[in-house]
């Protein structure tokens, strides 16, 4: 798949089937994540791959918006350290290696959701994650169920001339 049709074609997918990932698609996925750009090399992010039923339910039910990671087949939980200085740049790598893990993902056939955080203690108890660290970011994975059709959004992406100034704003 050329890049760009990846970009054009990514879309968030929030119903999988119910079956397993195939072990050479959870690799290449985490093998992407892994291989992402990071400011100074610093490669500041831990991945937990999470595929127990029962672990991706209760990480679920910690918010409304986290429905998708009950049916996934995999979900990674992407760690970088704990506030610091680096904090912002930590996200930013952290994003990258979301990207990478997404693009990978599609490539072979499977779909993802991002997602937030946000009973980041209840997350922290539920998967082990040490004090030093912070999870507010995921992803949940699984080869896409069937799509119902619906019609373009009336407001899609914006435009290049919404977001692209030259030389100066």
Avoid at 2 to 26: C, G, N, Q, T
Avoid at 63 to 86: D, F, K, T, W, Y
Wanted: net charge neutral; proline share 5%.
């Amino acid at each position: 798949m050329d890049v760009w049709e990846a970009i054009r074609k990514k879309r968030a997918v929030r119903d999988f089937k119910p079956e397993p990932l195939r072990d050479d698609h959870i690799q290449r996925i985490l093998d992407a994540g892994r291989r992402a750009q990071s400011s100074k090399n610093s490669q500041p992010w831990q991945f937990i791959a999470v595929q127990n039923r029962d672990t991706l339910q209760k990480i679920a039910a910690t918010s409304p918006n986290l429905g998708h990671v009950g049916g996934a087949a995999l979900c990674v939980v992407i760690c970088v350290p704990e506030q610091n200085e680096r904090t912002i740049w930590h996200f930013f790598d952290a994003g990258q290696s979301a990207s990478y893990m997404q693009l990978a993902a599609l490539e072979v056939g499977v779909a993802s959701c991002l997602g937030t955080v946000y009973e980041v203690e209840t997350v922290h108890d539920l998967l082990g994650i040490p004090a030093d660290w912070q999870a507010r970011l995921l992803i949940s994975f699984g080869y896409p169920a069937a799509q119902p059709g619906r019609a373009p959004r009336q407001n899609g992406r914006h435009t290049l001339d919404d977001v692209v100034h030259e030389e100066r704003w």
